[in-house]
């Protein structure tokens, strides 16, 4: 079954420094993967994703995520925090006509002023 | 185009009490899923819907949880009787096709049982 891994639940970075949040995947077969993102009060965004096609995937505000197969990873990064980047990371995989959405426990960034 | 929402936003209720969620999609997605975070879990994928009909409900965690989607519009999910346990937010989402990268959530509805 495919499932996600999220180290380190809270995050703290300085203003304008990067941005790392890591997420190891594993799949039986070729995944889909995902960087959804969660404000305060808000519903879950899509950040980014990653199906199959460029190794490098860009996002949104200022986001992108590399997919490794052979380390079986899909870090999220971004190159200068802002305050408005405070809020919860979602790394989530799924299989190709699967419907399901399998989550990984999520990174709560916080950016320091 | 207003996106997909949810009521209420949070729910106390008791042990043994029901209570109802409700969930409106976008306008003309014919997909309805429902997702729940236990505190401290990682959110879980629970049922999805096509139009009125349950695709997949193999997420559902016991009998107590009934979902319905009547007429293929907003979905209800009700636990009757809630336990300690059901405490958490519940997401919906909702998509036009199948494809799982199209899916839009809503805000959630916390769930709190005493």
């Known amino acids: 079954a495919q499932s996600v891994t999220q180290l380190d639940s809270h995050v703290s970075v300085s203003e304008g420094t990067p941005v790392l949040l890591r997420c190891n995947y594993s799949s039986s077969y070729s995944p889909s993967l995902f960087w959804y993102v969660q404000h305060p009060n808000k519903g879950l965004q899509l950040l980014l994703k990653?199906?199959?096609?460029?190794?490098l995937v860009k996002g949104i505000n200022g986001f992108e995520a590399e997919f490794k197969k052979s380390e079986t990873s899909f870090h999220l990064t971004k190159p200068s925090a802002h305050m408005s980047d405070a809020a919860e990371y979602f790394c989530v995989v799924t299989v190709y006509g699967n419907n399901r959405l399998a989550f990984g426990k999520g990174n709560q960034v916080v950016v320091i002023p | 185009e207003a996106g997909v929402t949810q009521f209420p936003s949070h729910s106390v209720i008791e042990k043994g009490q029901t209570v109802t969620l409700r969930c409106d999609p976008i306008s003309g997605h014919d997909n309805l899923y429902w997702y729940r975070r236990v505190m401290g879990k990682e959110i879980k994928f629970l049922l999805h819907?096509?139009?009125?009909?349950?695709?997949?409900e193999s997420g559902m965690p016991n009998n107590r949880f009934l979902a319905e989607r009547t007429g293929g519009t907003y979905s209800t999910l009700k636990v009757q009787p809630a336990e300690l346990e059901d405490s958490g937010v519940y997401f919906c989402?909702?998509?036009?096709?199948?494809?799982?990268?199209?899916?839009?959530f809503g805000p959630g509805t916390r769930l709190t049982v005493l």
């Open positions: 989402a909702s998509s036009r096709t199948r494809m799982v990268n199209e899916q839009f």
């Open positions: 990653y199906t199959s096609a460029a190794t």
């Open positions: 819907f096509v139009k009125e009909s349950k695709q997949d």
